[in-house]
């Protein structure tokens, strides 16, 4: 076996060792939870994230990412999103690019809860995931993909204890890419598979904390577009509504950022 051969061999034991295991999109983390947002209720979510890019991405140095998500509950188990980035991308003062800002793709999702979580079941609470995304970023700016995106994924979710959850999400992009700016796999006309899973802990009733993995792969297994992210980050509930969230990143890939920080908050409507 080639090296080459080997590392992608590693990197689907990997996948397939996250997809096996039972690991809020709940901020910081990108593993999104089984639950949904109550009926006839709004959940808002902003994060930003400063990401250092890898070498391949230069003259992009840095990227600067805003998200507002806004969640509407249709149901008590189907719940609505649509979520928008705002990019800013750093480049090399030699390289002589001004820096590029604006709008990026903008998402719209569906969110149906299948199972419950019930104490005393082994069974977890499952929920499956549907993505649009609407190519309205600029491709010039390479803030947008110009693709429409479609991207399917399940959650499962399981509390191991009262104060320890742990949650897996696995799921294909159809059609398109599933790049935000220069992070991401870019430019892939077949599919996109994805895997991440979450263990976080409530310390207290108002501290929680965690870490996740989180990788994605074309359908041919090329490494040199691939994703491999790692997270460790919480929240402090302010109040019963408000929540202030944080974390650090770490990556390897071209996909991936090399390191990087996000803050934000999360606010219930009631």
Not at 124 to 135: N, Q
């Amino acid at each position: 076996m080639t090296r080459r051969q080997l590392r992608c061999a590693c990197f689907v034991i990997g996948i397939v060792f996250l997809a096996a295991i039972t690991a809020d999109a709940q901020l910081p983390f990108y593993t999104d939870d089984a639950d949904t947002t109550p009926k006839r209720k709004f959940h808002f979510e902003f994060s930003n994230e400063l990401d250092w890019l890898q070498r391949s991405s230069r003259p992009g140095t840095k990227q600067n990412t805003t998200v507002f998500t806004l969640n509407y509950g249709l149901t008590d188990r189907i719940e609505l999103a649509v979520n928008a980035p705002f990019i800013k991308i750093f480049n090399e003062r030699s390289s002589l690019l001004e820096n590029m800002t604006g709008i990026g793709d903008t998402q719209f999702g569906l969110k149906v809860r299948l199972f419950e979580d019930h104490e005393g079941s082994k069974l977890p609470a499952a929920t499956v995931v549907f993505y649009a995304e609407a190519p309205t970023g600029s491709t010039r700016k390479q803030l947008g993909s110009g693709l429409a995106d479609y991207w399917v994924y399940g959650v499962l979710q399981k509390k191991f204890t009262k104060r320890t959850t742990g949650r897996l999400n696995g799921g294909i992009l159809f059609a398109g890419n599933e790049s935000t700016g220069l992070i991401g796999i870019s430019g892939s006309r077949g599919q996109v598979f994805t895997a991440n899973g979450s263990l976080t802990r409530n310390f207290t009733p108002r501290l929680r904390l965690g870490g996740e993995l989180f990788g994605a792969v074309t359908n041919n297994f090329n490494l040199s577009r691939g994703q491999l992210m790692g997270q460790i980050g919480g929240g402090y509930a302010v109040t019963d509504r408000f929540e202030f969230t944080f974390g650090v990143v770490g990556g390897r890939f071209p996909a991936s950022p090399r390191a990087g920080f996000l803050v934000g908050f999360a606010y219930d409507f009631k």
